[in-house]
């Protein structure tokens, strides 16, 4: 199992918009669980302790795509979307409008609630506690590219989600998002490909 070190430039893109999700993705991967635990501390950025054991023993849960992606997201369009009511500088409400629609929208007042755990990769992606530093349209545009790329059409995906709130006793990286904004941690392993990519997030404000 080797890491690819040379991701397509929207991951690249991805952390310039200052996105908290972080990636490692291997190839010659067979999916194992002892290869996902070894993979795992290659994703987080920054740690000081990781404990394997600990990851084992919580455990993980097979969900399927559409629970991966979760509710920010519309699979029928593939459209992020930003749950909750808002008004616009023109007086117009919102209900759960798709991301993309609103890069000439002013949004003046509104508010959304955090998701229930499980899944919520779109949510996660797109909603960090601190805005993106993109315009929606190239949220969306960056979000397709990499989703192609962790997830590519037409091919079998195994998808576990590891996320937990006991994360933190696995690694000091999981204790900042732990405090209200959410732990995420998936493995997504792509058998013909023999890919492993493995997904981290947790931060505050």
């Known amino acids: 199992m080797n890491r690819i070190e040379k991701l397509p430039p929207a991951f690249e893109r991805f952390d310039e918009m200052l996105g908290v999700l972080d990636f490692a993705i ?15 501390p290659q994703a987080l950025r920054h740690f000081h302790r990781f404990d394997a054991g600990k990851l084992r023993a919580l455990g993980s849960r097979r969900i399927c795509e559409k629970a991966f992606f979760g509710d920010w997201y ?16 023109d007086g117009s409400q919102l209900t759960d409008p798709v991301l993309s629609s609103l890069d000439d929208v ?3 007042s509104g508010a959304s609630s955090c998701p229930e755990p499980g899944g919520q990769f779109a949510y996660a992606f797109s909603h960090p506690p601190y805005p993106l530093n993109a315009r929606p ?7 397709e590219e990499i989703r192609d790329f962790i997830l590519p059409p ?10 937990d709130a006991r994360l933190p006793e696995v690694s000091d990286y999981f204790e900042d998002g732990a405090e ?6 998936f493995s997504v392993h792509i058998p013909s490909m023999r890919r492993l990519t493995i997904i981290a997030g947790s931060t505050t404000d």
């Open 26 to 40: 291997f190839e010659n991967a067979g999916g194992t669980e002892e290869e996902i635990l070894s993979a795992v």
């Open 74 to 89: 519309d699979p029928d369009s593939g459209s992020l979307l930003r749950l909750g009511s808002y008004k616009t500088a």
């Open 106 to 108: 002013r949004i003046m």
């Open 137 to 143: 349209g190239e949220v969306q545009a960056v979000f």
């Open 154 to 163: 037409l091919h079998r995906s195994e998808i576990l989600d590891w996320s």
């Open 180 to 185: 209200w904004w959410g732990v995420f941690l």
